[in-house]
C-alpha cells in the first residue's frame, strides 16, 4: 500500500493540526497504522498506533492525552489529532503501515510501508 501524509505545518506552542494519511493502491482495512516522528539528529520514534478496526490504540507516553489517532477505512485515510502542541512536538511526522495480523506495534522495523514525513513545526 503506498501512503501520502500531510497536514504539517508551522503552528504556535498551544495550538493544533490534524495529519492525514491517505492510502493508495489498496484499501487500508487490512492494515493496522501508525505515527512516528523524527526530529534532527534524534532517531525515529513511536507516537501512536491504531488497529484496523479502531478497538486498540496505542500512543507513546509524551502525547498521551494529547494526540488523537483515529481512521475512516471507507476514505482509506488515517488521521493524527495533535493538541495543545509543544516545541518539543517538532519533528517530521510518518505514517506506516503494518498487515493487522501481525497486530499493533511501536517498532518501526516492523512497519511494511511508509509515507513520505510531514514537517510539523511548534514554535514556543
Known amino acids: ?8 505545518g508551522l503552528v504556535q506552542a498551544g495550538g493544533s493540526l ?10 487500508l482495512s487490512p492494515y493496522s497504522m501508525g505515527w512516528f516522528r523524527q ?18 490504540t496505542y ?6 492525552g494529547r494526540f488523537t489517532i483515529s481512521r475512516d ?7 493524527l489529532r495533535m493538541n ?3 516545541p518539543e512536538d517538532t519533528a ?9 495480523y501481525k497486530g499493533i506495534s511501536q517498532d518501526p522495523n516492523d512497519y511494511e510501508s511508509w ?6 513545526t511548534v514554535s514556543s
Not at 59 to 64: C, E, G, P
Not at 73 to 79: C, D, I, L, P
Not at 115 to 120: D, I, L, M, P
Request: charged letters at 15%; hydrophobic letters at 35%.
Open 115 to 120: 509515507g513520505q514525513g510531514t514537517q510539523v
Open 59 to 64: 500512543y507513546a507516553d509524551s502525547v498521551k
Open 39 to 56: 526530529a534532527p539528529g534524534k532517531e525515529r520514534e513511536f507516537v501512536a498506533a491504531i488497529s484496523w478496526s479502531t478497538s486498540t
Open 73 to 79: 477505512n471507507a476514505k482509506n485515510t488515517a488521521y
Open 92 to 100: 517530521v511526522y510518518y505514517c506506516a503501515a503494518v498487515k493487522s
Open 1 to 8: 500500500v503506498q501512503l501520502q501524509a500531510s497536514g504539517g
Open 18 to 27: 490534524r495529519l492525514s494519511c491517505a492510502a493508495s493502491g489498496r484499501t
Open 84 to 86: 495543545s502542541l509543544k
